[in-house]
């Protein structure tokens, strides 16, 4: 499975956009990118992914650059209800359908 | 909305102890996961389903086993718990259409032995 790395942890401010960082420098052409966040005391649950296209959503956006080695979730208006962890996973089209989840991105938000 | 639920959110049970953790969905998805998750070792996949009795090894499938005998229900079965396998325990469905393969999942388990 390749491999995704992102920042342990980011702060912003309510009502602000907030951007989230993941590097995938060995992601293959077949690979998509998933977005998933996990509240406090829940299960993860889907945010967004993509391909090569930036995608947006009622959630988020995703930003895939040209190379697709990197890629970005933005949340256009951060609320406190956006704190939690985000994982950005690489998944192949072939094989099982798992998820692997990385270390993801601590995000919090302050009123 | 998709439920998926699971029979417990905290489980206390002692070491030997046969554990079954039980999960169901409600939205005819034919792919249905177990994971863990550690601190600081994020999620990680034990077993998974693709179809009524088929049931394929994931990353970390060791003292464990599963069930899936319907297609709404997928059992995770801990033979003789070990104090090692307290964690969080998600269970998630998703629908077999390819490139569509968003998961679901449910609150998790808590289970700690003792």
């Known amino acids: 499975d390749a491999k995704t790395t992102q920042p342990n942890s980011m702060e912003s401010n309510e009502e602000e956009p907030v951007h989230l960082p993941c590097n995938h420098s060995?992601?293959?052409?077949?690979?998509?990118i998933h977005w998933y966040r996990q509240l406090p005391s829940q299960g993860p649950e889907y945010v967004i992914h993509g391909l090569t296209s930036n995608v947006n959503n009622r959630m988020a956006s995703l930003a895939i650059a040209e190379d697709r080695k990197s890629s970005t979730l933005i949340l256009h208006r951060a609320t406190l209800r956006d704190a939690a962890v985000y994982y950005c996973i690489l998944r192949e089209v072939q094989g099982a359908q798992k998820l692997v989840f990385g270390q993801g991105t601590r995000l919090t938000i302050n009123p | 909305d998709v439920k998926v639920t699971q029979s417990s959110r905290y489980l206390v049970k002692r070491t030997g102890e046969k554990v079954f953790l039980e999960c169901v969905q409600d939205?005819?998805?034919?792919?249905m996961f177990w994971y863990r998750q550690d601190p600081g070792l994020g999620l990680r996949l034990i077993y998974f389903?693709?179809?009524?009795?088929?049931?394929e090894k994931g990353d970390i499938p060791e003292g464990y086993s599963v069930s899936r005998e319907k297609k709404e229900r997928f059992s995770l079965i801990l033979e003789s718990a070990s104090t090692n396998q307290t964690s969080m325990y998600l269970c998630a469905s998703s629908p077999r259409v390819r490139n569509y393969n968003e998961q679901f999942f449910g609150p998790g388990t808590r289970l700690t032995v003792l």
């Open positions: 939205m005819d998805h034919e792919n």
């Open positions: 389903s693709y179809d009524v009795k088929m049931k």
């Open positions: 060995t992601i293959s052409g077949t690979d998509y």
